[in-house]
């Protein structure tokens, strides 16, 4: 945006700054309270019986992508305190600097989505983050489905990461007309699929880490 038109908006953001404030409280509060409560019951619904599902900010009842969310197939954890896996809330951004919100309607920087993330001590307890991700780097290309399934490479943590958006006519026109559930359960289900299609290949970059760690 040109340093005139820059100007121009931030003028017309003055003039509205009450307005501004009170929805800038009301999506980041009530809206999003209400969204990602949703969010997170349909994942909770549509995720297999037997995998193993954590969501301690529940207790809170807001939803917060720094929070430890979580959830895995039963194999992914070694003992009642350990994780070699899993899928947890994430966002991906240099400097996030935008509300879960904005991030869910892709209208800032900052992307939401699911994470496949590992417990370092668990996976590769000789190791260090350099090497694993100079191991999941090797992984990459061995594992091309991943990327058809929407997952994308993520070098800085050595992860795999699912976008997860909505369009924000759509979700405004749910929200409006009390029908939330019937504009993100498909976003759910597309996502859940996405994650257990993507179970195989992330079984087999576990395992050959194991293998690693064995020798």
Not at 50 to 71: L, M, V
Not at 89 to 115: D, R, V
Not at 135 to 157: C, W
Request: aromatic fraction near 10%; hydrophobic fraction near 40%.
């Amino acid at each position: 945006m040109e340093k005139k038109d820059t100007r121009q908006a931030s003028a017309l953001a003055i003039k509205n700054v009450g307005i501004i404030d009170q929805a800038y409280n009301l999506v980041t509060n009530e809206i999003s309270d209400e969204v990602f409560s949703l969010f997170e019951k349909l994942f909770k619904q549509k995720t297999p019986d037997e995998w193993i599902k954590e969501f301690p900010n529940a207790k809170t009842g807001k939803f917060d992508a720094n929070e430890d969310t979580h959830c895995a197939p039963i194999n992914w954890k070694r003992n009642d305190e350990d994780w070699l896996a899993w899928f947890g809330f994430w966002y991906e951004s240099k400097e996030n600097k935008n509300c879960t919100m904005t991030m869910l309607l892709t209208q800032g920087e900052a992307e939401l989505g699911i994470s496949w993330r590992i417990e370092l001590k668990s996976l590769l307890p000789t190791g260090n983050k350099k090497s694993w991700k100079n191991f999941a780097s090797q992984q990459v290309a061995k594992h091309n489905r991943l990327v058809e399934l929407g997952f994308r490479y993520d070098e800085v943590d050595g992860s795999w990461f699912l976008p997860i958006s909505i369009d924000a006519i759509t979700l405004a026109d749910a929200y409006s007309e009390d029908t939330m559930e019937d504009a993100l359960s498909p976003i759910v289900e597309l996502c859940v699929k996405c994650l257990i299609d993507a179970v195989p290949d992330f079984d087999s970059i576990i395992s050959e880490a194991l293998k690693l760690e064995s020798k």
